[in-house]
């Protein structure tokens, strides 16, 4: 869930006023103005359409790379402040990509007023749960349009928030179970994808301490077991999906692939073993 490369420059043009920042949620009045362009095309290539942020911009709902560089300028500035900035980076942002496509920046970014939003620690619980769920349905919704990183980013900072709640006082709420559930298992999707097996081991198993039955969280931490060659833990995983759910295709597959390791071990152990005793 990281970038390829990444590289930002910044100096500060004019100073702004007052000693407040934009906190999540403020809405911005900005301008991004470009000083560089393609010989070609006439657009900088960074990665998106700069027409497409407009004059708005909401901290904290950022889903490609280049607005979440912006958001985290935007969290340093105050207002009335410019910034000329330069920046590159590299980025795959679906899983099943390659190879990633450098992007680059130059020009000015202005803050010219925001709202002024509550600090997370003023917030509600009800609040940070409804905000919860905000970035679980927009990381959903990235999920499935197999921009990975996104996702991530968004069932990260869901994640994030949920953990400031006091867990105490929700040990019978399920509204706040099924989120951290769903989060964590998320989380889990995403690392899966992009090769992050240790990751998916250590958060199928926060979903598993909270839901020992989670189908999909047994089946990803014995894929996961798998790709690290922990073959003995693969195969209870796997096998306890099975029992959960006889029709499992997936975990069937998986299963077999995981028996024959075992079978080639134990084949490469009695004959090294043969060989010790001649």
């Excluded at 919704?141 to 990975?148: C, G, I, S, V």
């Excluded at 199928?204 to 969280?217: F, G, H, I, P, T």
Aim: hydrophobic share 30%; glycine share 6%; proline share 1%.
């Amino acid at each position: 869930m990281e970038m390829d490369s990444f590289f930002l420059k910044k100096t500060i043009l004019k100073q702004g006023s007052g000693l407040e920042t934009p906190r999540d949620g403020a809405v911005c009045n900005i301008k991004i103005s470009p000083v560089t362009k393609d010989e070609n095309s006439g657009q900088m290539n960074c990665g998106v359409q700069l027409n497409s942020l407009g004059s708005k911009f909401t901290i904290g709902e950022t889903d490609s790379e280049f607005e979440r560089i912006i958001n985290d300028c935007l969290f340093s500035m105050k207002q009335g402040e410019i910034w000329d900035i330069q920046f590159s980076y590299s980025q795959n942002e679906k899983s099943d990509e390659t190879s990633a496509e450098m992007y680059t920046f130059e020009g000015s970014l202005e803050l010219e007023s925001f709202t002024s939003e509550k600090h997370l620690c003023e917030l509600s619980d009800d609040e940070k749960l409804k905000l919860c769920a905000h970035h679980k349905s927009k990381g959903v919704e990235q999920f499935n349009l197999k921009r990975t990183v996104s996702a991530f980013h968004r069932f990260s900072k869901g994640l994030k928030i949920l953990l400031t709640l006091n867990e105490k006082n929700f040990l019978k709420n399920e509204e706040y179970k099924s989120l951290k559930v769903a989060l964590y298992s998320n989380i889990a999707a995403c690392q899966m994808t992009t090769g992050k097996y240790c990751h998916v081991v250590a958060n199928c198993s926060e979903v598993l301490y909270m839901d020992s039955r989670n189908e999909k969280a047994l089946y990803r931490r014995g894929t996961a077991y798998l790709k690290l060659q922990d073959y003995g833990k693969a195969a209870a995983d796997l096998q306890r999906t099975l029992q959960l759910n006889p029709n499992n295709g997936a975990a069937k597959q998986q299963l077999d692939i995981v028996n024959k390791h075992i079978k080639q071990a134990d084949r490469e152990i009695t004959e090294g073993m043969k060989k010790f005793f001649q």
